[in-house]
């Protein structure tokens, strides 16, 4: 079983960048499929990048370009950096781990606005 806190999120204005994290616990992130998803008021969750246990990464089309997937097996962390936001980004990120069962965090709400 893993334990998942995601972090960095924040209010941001249209064009900037924030990095978000998810740090895990009692397992390691090397051995699960991690995904970052999100969802906005009154929408469906909705995948955003998936990293793989081979490295590959996936991601939605409205953020291919401008997001990136990232882990780091040292700090047992999962990272998605985010460039160019815009107002529709606006959404409760939330990590995810797969492997046989599915985990997820609490999630961290991310706000872009002028």
């Known amino acids: 079983q893993v334990q998942l806190v995601e972090s960095g999120g924040g209010l941001v204005q249209p064009g900037g960048s924030l990095r978000l994290s998810c740090a895990a616990s009692g397992s390691s992130v090397s051995i699960y499929h991690m995904g970052w998803y999100r969802q906005a008021p009154g929408k469906q969750r909705e995948l955003v990048a998936i990293i793989t246990t081979g490295g590959n990464t996936n991601y939605a089309d409205s953020v291919e370009g401008r997001f990136t997937i990232s882990r780091d097996n040292t700090k047992n962390t999962v990272y998605l950096q985010m460039n160019s936001l815009k107002p529709e980004d606006t959404a409760v990120y939330y990590c995810?781990?797969?492997?046989?069962?599915?985990?997820w965090g609490q999630g961290t709400q991310v706000t872009v606005s002028s």
């Open positions: 995810n781990a797969a492997r046989t069962n599915v985990y």
